[in-house]
């Protein structure tokens, strides 16, 4: 009876409170959306309308954030490059460092398949239902942001993955070093943990960025956050 208790709460009772919630944020946003400010600027003796503007600055926006995400990426790829430089000469640190490399991603590879069911519920859910239902409002939204939670827990689980590679590697060169430098070790972790920092920091805006630019709909900018945040969050409670 447990296993079906647990079941029950993990695939119907989380998945409908969650796709509520959505459906609250959305509705609440599209009442924001609605609103008429009717602004009008005035540059060099010409009007300007607010549309304009408001399209200028999300291209510029949009700009900056691509490149910022790439800049992430590769800032994380030479902290990545920097920890796996750091030489391991103990054969006992490097043996336990290939049985926690093979025993996480073991469990990683389990976890994602799991999730990945759990995924596909949302996903259905969310083409029936968000961010209306789809008998009654535009289908293509709803495709869109049930294609945008898929892109979302794509990029959740890649930096996922990313975090885990890592760290196994991050873990047996800090063990190594703390033998002769408290403050090597520390280095070595601080930039081991950062490069997941920056993979998400990368993919975050990378996904939002491109999501809003193909979609340009807020809808759909939802969509991809809750696929990347509900994925982290299971990943995390294991």
Not at 49 to 62: G, P
Not at 84 to 95: A, G, L, M, S, T
Not at 120 to 140: M, Q, Y
């Amino acid at each position: 009876p447990t296993k079906y208790y647990f079941y029950t709460i993990y695939y119907i009772f989380i998945p409908c409170v969650v796709l509520i919630s959505y459906y609250i944020i959305v509705n609440n946003l599209a009442k924001y959306q609605k609103t008429d400010y009717n602004v009008v600027n005035s540059v060099n003796n010409q009007n300007i309308s607010k549309e304009d503007i408001m399209e200028t600055q999300t291209v510029t926006i949009m700009t900056f954030s691509i490149i910022v995400a790439f800049l992430s990426f590769l800032f994380a790829f030479w902290l990545y490059k920097w920890v796996k430089n750091q030489k391991v000469q103990n054969q006992e640190i490097i043996r336990s460092q290939k049985l926690m490399s093979n025993g996480a991603s073991t469990f990683l590879n389990q976890e994602y398949s799991l999730l990945a069911r759990f995924a596909g519920i949302i996903f259905i859910l969310i083409i029936l239902f968000l961010p209306s239902p789809i008998w009654v409002g535009n289908p293509n939204r709803n495709i869109s942001m049930a294609l945008s939670f898929v892109l979302g827990t794509v990029f959740s689980a890649l930096a996922g993955k990313i975090g885990i590679i890592v760290a196994t590697h991050a873990n047996g060169r800090t063990a190594e070093a703390s033998q002769k430098s408290l403050g090597q070790a520390f280095l070595i972790g601080y930039r081991g943990g950062a490069v997941t920092g920056m993979a998400v920091v990368g993919a975050s805006l990378l996904g939002v960025t491109l999501v809003y630019a193909v979609t340009g709909d807020t809808s759909s900018l939802l969509g991809f956050s809750l696929g990347a945040s509900l994925l982290a969050l299971f990943a995390k409670a294991g």
